[in-house]
């Protein structure tokens, strides 16, 4: 099938890449020339392990084109997917669907043929009839909801042996045409399931939901394990062997970030009020999220002191997670800052590179290496859970003996940091 992915970015391109590697020939169009640019010469535009050589093999095998003519890769296609952004709207909770709907009048407006028109963007219910409204000439579209649920870090994979495949349609001969790009997924033991479109629109806010509600419920266990002497990992394992409960999104961390729970959670809160329907247990998520920033932070002070002047403060991750460039809502952006108008010098490494976000803060330095980064460290956060964190000799690389190490992600146990003499504190224990 010939598929056009309308937007490029960490939803558009893999998967319109893993589409092309399952033998679909797709057209990623993106409207940022810089994207398509670096696409052509062969470069992902983001960070997902294994997606550059994926590109490189489909872009030679004539399977995968980028381009940023719109009205070219329209209509060199049958399926039109909208992979724009999504974001919540500045000082609100509700979702800014300009990206979306300017997609459809540029469907509206250049579309020759009949074609299925496919939001795999996260959208509120009811924004399939809101594209319907736009696309002015109805009869040449059908629209169909198919959200997509692949993580940053593990997004080839997720496309590949996905847990479920939603496609939500009000039409029933489209099911058979999305069931059938997707066969070669399904034959090999992947989920489909099939709503009507405002169904699969919700299935989406109300996952992202659940999984927000899972950590932030751990999240809260961890700080009653603090101050009662328990070992948070422990309660993980212990509540998480429940097939009722399971194991995953139950470990504790900082607030949750990214670039989805945060605006789907208020997303959801929106589309509720709207229906004069009260979401509170959502809400509260929220509200606890918000205030576990704040707690970090204060912990920070009881462990360095309130005066972080001069103090040297190293960051290793600044990601909100692993494997990825992403920097979208991650809890470094309203840590780093904080500490810098504090007056503490800020040294991070990150295995994805400098981040603009840090550019403009004067005593905020990036390191290629980890051991330049803490070399004078005072307090090393353990930000980001990446491999190359999971087994440094801190001793050795840093050389101020008196170095607080905070753990935000439990990778060291405390019994080995006692033996090592290390003044370590973590999450939850
Ligand atoms: N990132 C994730 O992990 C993830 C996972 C599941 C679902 N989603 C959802 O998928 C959607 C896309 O997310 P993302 O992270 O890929 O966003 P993104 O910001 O990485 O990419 C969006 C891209 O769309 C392009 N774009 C916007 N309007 C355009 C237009 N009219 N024509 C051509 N290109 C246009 C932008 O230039 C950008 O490159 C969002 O709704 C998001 O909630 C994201």
Known sequence: MRLCMIGTGYVGLVSGTCFADIGHTVYCVDKNEEVINKLNSGKSSIYEPGLNEL????????????????SYAL????????????????NSLSVDLSYVFKAAKEISKFAKKKKIIVTKSTVPIGTGDQIEKILKNKKKFIVISNPEFLREGEA??????????IVGSNENKSFKTIKSLYLPLINKGAKYFSTNRRGAELIKYASNAFLATKITFINEIANLCEKTGINIEDISLGMGSDVRIGSRFLRAGPAYGGSCFPKDTKGLISIADKEKVDLSLVKSVIKSNEKRKKLLLDKVHTIIGKNIKNKNIVFLGVTFKPNTDDMRDSPSLGMIPYFHKKGANITYYDPTGAKYEFVKLKNCKFYNQINLACKNADLIILHTEWDEFKSLDFNKIVKNKKFILYDLRNLYLPKEMKRKKINYFSIGR
């Open 156 to 165: 080839i994979r997720d496309f590949r042996y996905p847990d479920r495949i």
């Open 75 to 90: 209509n060199k296609s049958d399926i039109i997917f909208i992979c724009v952004g999504t974001p919540s709207k500045k």
């Open 55 to 70: 590109i490189k093999k489909n872009h030679r095998s004539k399977r995968l084109f980028f381009t940023s003519n719109i």
